[in-house]
């Protein structure tokens, strides 16, 4: 159907530090069998969907970390992702830790299409947590020292009949990050998250304060900017570690049309109407009939907050 892309969120239960590559890639090929059997266009894998969240773990020398890192997309491991979707027409999104050759580290997000090509890729603009080992906290973040903020931007692709963005986890918190999307048309987003289910230096949040905070930005981020956003999780208890669920795609209102029931691996499918972005792209949201950019400068100049002075 015109318009249409059937779209498989594809939620990844935990996985723990031993697990190797080629199990979890067993995992996520079920996954998109799946999603292949239900019809779908397109499977939305998460961030760094290939290893445990192993930015929660320090290590003195950040070389020791590059065994999580993927050094060829496809390698030996992700061939069989590539193979089943050109075989069988389906495209993907996949997140993953990249080494270049350059020895570059990003978090990144691929999107690959029908053919099994990759069309797109998007690094980690917004980098959560610490670059040094930080005792006070109950537990480590340390994107900031295993990774450098991607170098890409938010680019958009024209595939599979419409026009696609990937962001990744952190990112979402940001609203620049959908406005620059929806400024290229954006009509639907994929989004990988690992959220833990606790806050490292504030102990008394909730889980479901967490929970509300991922679905605030997600569903403004979709309706004021008009677009699909497919949000998938990795769920559960990872090495002893709870990461949020919530694997949702939400419609350009913002409203959640359907979501995943469980912490482990499950496929959520919804018929996302591309053509159903139209109507907000046109009127409320209409950016060259309503923007005020001569006003918006400070979010392009200034990076911090920089109250005026006390009397
Ligand atoms: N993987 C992430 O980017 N996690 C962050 C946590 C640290 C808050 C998130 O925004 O969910």
Redesign the pocket.
């Known amino acids: 159907m015109p318009g249409i892309v059937k779209v498989g969120a594809a939620q990844s239960g935990p996985i723990q530090k031993d697990e190797g590559r080629q199990a979890v890639v067993g995992r996520l090929l079920a996954l998109m069998k799946e999603a292949h059997a239900r019809g779908c266009d397109l499977v939305v894998f998460t961030?760094?969907a290939l290893t445990t969240?192993f930015?929660r773990y320090y290590a003195d020398d950040r070389a020791e970390m590059d065994s999580w890192f993927e050094t060829e997309m496809p390698g030996a491991a992700t061939r069989p992702l590539f193979e089943f979707a050109a075989g069988n027409g389906i495209g993907f999104s996949l997140g993953y830790a990249e080494l270049t050759p350059e020895g570059r580290h990003f978090?990144t997000q691929i999107l690959v299409d029908k053919t099994g090509a990759v069309i797109g890729k998007y690094r980690?603009v917004?980098?959560?947590?610490h670059a040094e080992h930080e005792p006070e906290r109950t537990f480590q973040?340390l994107?900031k020292r295993y990774f450098e903020p991607g170098d890409i931007g938010f680019p958009v692709w024209r595939t599979l009949g419409g026009v696609m963005g990937m962001c990744?986890?952190?990112?979402?918190?940001w609203p620049e990050t959908f406005r620059v999307m929806g400024l290229q048309g954006v009509e639907l987003i994929m989004l990988g998250?690992?959220?833990?289910s606790g806050?490292?230096l504030k102990p008394e949040e909730s889980a479901e304060t967490?929970m509300h905070?991922?679905r605030l930005c997600m569903q403004a981020g979709a309706y004021q900017n008009a677009t699909w956003v497919v949000g998938v999780a990795k769920a559960g208890e990872e090495d002893g570690h709870h990461l949020?669920a919530g694997t949702c795609i939400i419609d350009p209102d913002g409203f959640v049309v359907t979501e995943a029931e469980t912490e482990d691996d499950e496929l959520v499918v919804y018929d996302c109407d591309l053509d159903e972005t139209k109507f907000l792209k046109e009127t409320t949201f209409n950016f060259e009939a309503h923007r005020r950019v001569e006003h918006y400068r400070l979010i392009a100049d200034r990076t911090g907050a920089k109250p005026p002075p006390e009397d």
């Open positions: 961030e760094l969240f930015p978090n980690k917004h980098l959560p947590g973040h994107e990744i986890c952190n990112d979402r918190r998250y690992n959220t833990p806050n490292s967490r905070h991922s949020i």
